[in-house]
């Protein structure tokens, strides 16, 4: 069982940035791949960026590339979203996600946190 917290949402303007955190609880952290996705207000969760259990290796939604980079920290059960030159259409719910597989897919990954929100405004 893993339990997930984000944290590190807020307001910011169009070309700002925020980090995102998403602590994990449980011993097993490592053997996990992880993922963010996000959802906008009236829209469906969509996939933003994943990293395999040890960082080598990571893959971005076309719409982010470029601008957010997913990192973990294995010592801390860290996974973290850094998000930079933020623009209006970013504004959602940024969920964290834990699995056994690296996917892109929601319904692959087996634990979820709460979710934080980004509002990004022009």
């Known amino acids: 069982q893993v339990q997930l917290v984000e944290s590190g949402g807020g307001l910011v303007q169009a070309g700002g940035s925020l980090r995102l955190s998403c602590a994990a609880s449980g011993r097993t952290f490592s053997s996990y791949a992880m993922g963010w996705f996000r959802q906008a207000s009236g829209k469906e969760r969509e996939f933003v960026a994943t990293i395999n259990w040890n960082g080598g290796i990571t893959y971005y939604a076309d719409s982010v590339k470029g601008r957010f980079t997913i990192s973990r920290d294995n010592a801390k059960n860290t996974v973290y979203l850094q998000m930079n030159t933020l623009k209006p259409e970013d504004t959602a719910v940024y969920y964290c996600?834990?699995?056994?597989?690296?996917?892109?897919?929601?319904?692959?990954?087996?634990?979820w946190g709460q979710g934080t929100q980004v509002t990004v405004s022009s």
């Open positions: 996600a834990a699995g056994s597989v690296q996917a892109v897919a929601a319904s692959m990954y087996d634990y």
